[in-house]
């Protein structure tokens, strides 16, 4: 019944912006926390940014602080991750993921029980 949809990803040239999209549907922004997360090819899994309903729970990795921002429509059920100034290290397959409740800071990678497919960016000149 939940499904969670990323898209936006592409091709983009260093300097450049991308916006990602997560569409969920079969649950409630209002009663998860979602996040962004990404993987590079021979790296780890790497959390980017997670937005709630409560105030002051949006958080940024250092490595995308400043850069990237995270926002929601709650009209259509989308999360968003606006992507600026755009490096070759920002090259991965970008993941949306949720958790249940509405946490006030992040919550552990195993609270997200419900993952997007992933969209690929690839940042090159």
């Known amino acids: 019944q939940v499904h969670i949809v990323e898209s936006g990803g592409g091709l983009a040239q260093p300097g450049s912006s991308l916006r990602l999209s997560c569409e969920a549907s079969g649950l409630t922004l209002d009663y998860v926390t979602v996040a962004w997360f990404r993987q590079a090819p021979g790296k780890e899994r790497e959390g980017l940014s997670c937005?709630?309903?409560?105030?002051?729970?949006?958080v940024y990795a250092d490595s995308v602080k400043g850069r990237f921002t995270i926002s929601r429509d709650d009209d259509k059920n989308t999360v968003y991750l606006q992507m600026k100034l755009l490096q070759p290290e920002d090259t991965a397959t970008y993941y949306c993921a949720a958790a249940h409740g509405d946490w006030r800071y992040p919550p552990p990678t195993s609270e997200y029980d419900f993952w997007g497919q992933g969209t690929q960016v690839v940042v090159s000149s």
């Open positions: 937005i709630s309903n409560s105030a002051g729970s949006i």
